[in-house]
């Protein structure tokens, strides 16, 4: 048989719970949405434990579960894909950290941890202290990311992960000094204070910050730094699996976990990461992509942004929006793909946070054992041909259906 | 309780996708099969994932998965497997190969690389190559198997696995020149050299030959090889899972994964291991193996040979025998059995080769929870008792339903 394309929707933190205002059930279970439950219909299901049974995953090493990978052995921490999603071309042995542009005053006391939500001038900001030279000829590389948010890489010899934050994670207390959690940490935390050092000399004088106090707004005058990752070794998709990948995606995470595993980023205009994201244009954009990639990847982040801020019926509203977009899909998939639909984790609106209960999956296409579940929601599933599975059994899974899978012995 | 016996029954490539040629049924959904039925309908159903999710198996691998070992820790190459199944005793550090009597010209130029596909005096071409000494003291042992094909043993001190194959997998070029592929080769790389001189200095004078030149018949006067592999350690499966263990099969790769386990291989007149072979003999031996051994396990081949081919409705007709074998079974089965049938891999007729999709399995005996499953097919399975399993967690299961599990722990 001829190999075919894979299509692998990733509906963020779109598993849930019984919701008392729902009449006791999901929002998967109370929405209106046909072309979703046509998949479930047409295709094969199944529950789906992203990294495991009763495991609460991040969306980051949710995210690589689905691509194939154990995250146990290539999560390093969140601050390497934050910087790869803001656009740092990361190597293999560079330090990241996730950053704020905060507000401090002359004794580097912290006035706001978010500098005002700032959200013009922070890409000056970052030009301005992207590619100092700190001791022993580290280099600082620097980009900002959405609102306050940034990502610092440290790069050069005997760098280490192994130091403390300067966030201190609350206001009106000093940036923290940074330190060396083991031995090895040493220089890095002397690095790392250099850098708070010049980045306050630097930024308070930049006439983003001059014009900002002017207009009575907190200065971004400095940055702080939290979760020092290694940048680890990833064995690209293209490698591991022989698929050439693209990833769709509003949020800079995901954007920097599909980079890490050697996926391309497409961009999508209007395809934000919030509940106002066009998921219509990530649908068509997903299909035009899969003229040129093996497997193309989308994320949709809207239902987690829901969960997160305990919104039940915005939750529903976000799933039969979804439902346009399979319409959308579902009209115009060739025979040559196999598409899956499935969630990187719930985010159960009366918990407001990711839970470890598993989510439903749906595999469509040519070969799919079709099974007798007309609808897809989080109990329906789980009465599937495909059983329960995990998150990382998925891409095995279909590459064998796309009819790209090679046999273990003879 | 009593402890009781094993028989597993292994029906090679049976499970299957959606065939239009079926009405997008399976061929187990489509066969008439009253007793795999009334089996699936008295014990307790599931998935098995003969390896792993969406990993397509070998036969030799997933028999290994199925005896209750992990392949990753014991396959090396199909070759000592192949070498045990015609009857060589290898041993541990023994290289073997799987070889092909072939046709050659006085320059060695392969004419025809089946030699005709010869089925008769390959014995005596075997005994006349077989215990050849070579370089160093290296011993050659060689066995014919079924038509042209057969297994090279060498024994001795120094040799290895990493060598190139001389079967040039073509015709109408010479026979390849073995060369090591890593140091460590390089003598076993001049043994093979010197065995492919003497094959043919041996062979193009055997009167078998004379004979067949007489008939103009081509000549089976070389033997090629490949797929080096080294025999590897496999603990017994009386020691693994104290079972005296017996294999009845009509193929030798697999009755050479039986041998190499540990288990005694029982010869059924025939049990060929083509479509022709006589199921209900096979089912009437198991049923007398087990007064004598405590695990009978039975491969069915006949299945495989119809995905591979194509067959759809051969494949039907094929279980529709097996159904025959069943009932021969479900009448002399003593409440002393615990049964289970299942299959190595699916071998989908629209592709003519192995899947990794998942395959049934049912698990029938006094103790077993009876769920309310009522077919033997890859999507009522799904719905069953036994959720979805990994092959090698087969033999635990059985063990622990037969009464012989040890506990772990207090």
Redesign the interface.
């Known amino acids: ?1 001829d190999r075919r394309k894979i299509l692998l929707l990733i509906f963020d933190g779109l598993g849930d719970r019984p919701i008392p205002e729902l009449g006791r059930q999901t929002p998967l279970q109370t929405a209106r949405k046909e072309h979703l439950d046509w998949f479930a219909a047409n295709g094969v299901n199944g529950l789906l434990d992203p990294i495991g049974p009763g495991i609460k995953p991040g969306s980051d090493t949710s995210h690589l579960a689905l691509f194939g990978y154990d995250p146990r052995s290539v999560y390093t921490g969140r601050g390497p894909f934050e910087a790869a999603g803001v656009g740092i071309p990361v190597k293999r042995g560079d330090i990241a950290f996730r950053c704020n542009f905060a507000t401090v005053d002359p004794s580097l006391r912290v006035i706001d941890r978010r500098a005002g939500r700032i959200r013009e001038g922070t890409k000056e900001l970052a030009a301005a202290i992207d590619g100092l030279v700190l001791d022993h000829g580290i280099r600082a590389l620097f980009r900002a990311g959405t609102e306050h948010r940034g990502a610092l890489v440290l790069r050069g010899g005997g760098l280490s992960p192994l130091v403390s934050d300067t966030d201190p994670h609350a206001e009106g207390v000093p940036v923290a000094a940074a330190t060396a959690t083991a031995h090895e940490g040493e220089l890095t935390a002397r690095v790392v204070n250099a850098f708070t050092k010049e980045c306050y000399r630097i930024l308070s004088n930049h006439s983003v910050n001059v014009q900002r106090e002017k207009a009575g707004l907190p200065a971004a005058n400095i940055v702080v730094l939290r979760g020092a990752g290694i940048v680890p070794e990833i064995p690209p998709i293209t490698e591991r699996f022989h698929l050439r990948a693209a990833g769709i995606a509003g949020v800079a995470l995901i954007k920097g976990i599909c980079r890490a595993v050697g996926m391309d980023v497409l961009d999508v205009p209007g395809a934000t990461g919030g509940l106002d994201t066009d998921m219509v244009a990530k649908a068509t954009a997903a299909l035009e992509a899969l003229k040129s990639f093996d497997l193309v990847a989308v994320n949709v982040k809207a239902p987690d942004v829901c969960g997160h801020d305990g919104l039940a019926t915005e939750k529903v509203r976000t799933i039969e929006r979804i439902d346009a977009m399979m319409a959308t899909l579902k009209q115009g998939l060739g025979s040559d793909v196999v598409l899956a639909a499935t969630a990187d984790h719930s985010t159960p609106v009366m918990l407001k946070d990711h839970s470890g209960d598993p989510v439903p999956v749906v595999i469509f296409g040519e ?6 579940v007309q609808r897809f929601d989080e109990l329906s599933a789980a ?8 998150g990382r ?1 998925l ?7 796309a ?1 790209r ?6």
């Open positions: 048989m070969g799919v054992r079709v099974d007798d009465k599937g041909g495909l059983g329960r599975i995990l059994d891409i095995p899974i279909l590459i064998d259906l009819g899978s090679e046999k273990y012995g003879a």
